[in-house]
């Protein structure tokens, strides 16, 4: 079973690509928001993996909108 940060990363990570796509949002408003997303899980769950995957997928997102 999921637990509540896995939860939390994969629906923050699923909206954003959702609002990104919809073009309802810029990816450097996005991202300001996984950024306060993963300040707040690394308080009090600094070690875990989910945190990775989020650090992931902003770092990929920069990328992509770099290499545009």
């Not at 994969?10 to 450097?28: M, Q």
């Amino acid at each position: 079973m999921t637990d509540k940060i896995d939860a939390i990363v994969d629906k923050a990570t699923a909206h954003t690509r959702e609002l990104l796509e919809s073009l309802r949002v810029e990816w450097p408003i996005a991202r300001l928001g996984l950024e306060g997303i993963l300040d707040s899980l690394a308080l009090d769950a600094a070690g875990h993996p989910a945190l990775d995957r989020l650090r992931a997928f902003i770092a990929e997102q920069d990328r992509l909108r770099r290499d545009q």
